[in-house]
Antibody, heavy 119, light 113 residues
Framework: EVQLVQSEGGLVHPGGSLRLSCIAS????????MDWVRQAPGKGLEWVSY????????FYADSVRGRFTISRDNVKNTLYLQMNSLRDDDTAVYYC????????????WGQGTLVTVSS | DIVMTQSPDSLPVSLGERATINCKSS????????????LSWYQQKPGQPPKLLIY???TRESGVPDRFSGSGSGTDFTLTISSLQAEDVAVYYC?????????FGPGTKVDLK
């Protein structure tokens, strides 16, 4: 069974940092491109970042570029999102997500991690 | 950047009735390399992550009931639930993939009339 199990989130002060992790099981992580997607409370889905199978290609949404860093460890079957300089509007549930083999859809999602940025 | 719109924002539907959700993109979703539209549909229930329903505009994901269907090409797409069941109450999002970036529509909330 394909599973993406995410780390706990938490409360962070504005300007603070947090690293999210996502452990993959039931499939070989190195065979898939991966994303992070977030959802602010009561709002829609917002794509955050994308990383190719071998980390050669990395992309970010304008809203997080320069503050967030996506990375992966295919040996540890783990995807990461390092979030720095956090702002109030980064408050959201963050999902790690696996791209489908055809590359055009997300076919598996983590359970979601709530990150709250507040003073 | 691609902008995606959905209509309606909210859709009350009686059990057994048809639900139709529209999605429009500011840029064509057609991938001319394979003549497929990179447009997907997701269902999200409260407190759960989204679930993939349809990809390539009209291909149903494995395990998705056949009452869900997708259609359209280019910039205009439709998700249809042929006979609404109680478990279909959810928010539905369209999504387009372009240049390794993803854009989601704002969502359509389907609930019971």
């Amino acid at each position: 069974e394909v599973q993406l199990v995410q780390s706990e989130g938490g409360l962070v002060h504005p300007g603070g940092s947090l690293r999210l992790s996502c452990i993959a099981s039931g499939f070989t992580l190195r065979s898939y491109n991966m994303d992070w997607v977030r959802q602010a409370p009561g709002k829609g889905l917002e794509w955050v970042s994308y990383i190719t199978r071998n980390s050669a290609g990395i992309f970010y949404a304008d809203s997080v570029r320069g503050r967030f860093t996506i990375s992966r460890d295919n040996v540890k079957n783990t995807l990461y999102l390092q979030m720095n300089s956090l702002r109030d509007d980064d408050t959201a549930v963050y999902y790690c997500a696996r791209d489908s083999e055809n590359g055009y859809a997300i076919d598996s999602w983590g359970q979601g991690t709530l990150v709250t940025v507040s003073s | 950047d691609i902008v995606m719109t959905q209509s309606p924002d909210s859709l009350p539907v009686s059990l057994g009735e048809r639900a139709t959700i529209n999605c429009k993109s500011s840029q064509s979703a057609l991938d001319r390399s394979n003549n497929k539209n990179n447009l997907s549909w997701y269902q999200q229930k409260p407190g759960q992550p989204p679930k993939l329903l349809i990809y390539w505009a009209s291909t149903r994901e494995s395990g998705v009931p056949d009452r869900f269907s997708g259609s359209g090409s280019g910039t205009d797409f439709t998700l249809t639930i042929s006979s609404l069941q109680a478990e279909d109450v959810a928010v539905y999002y369209c999504q387009q993939y372009y240049g390794s970036r993803i854009t989601f529509g704002p969502g359509t909330k389907v609930d019971l009339k």
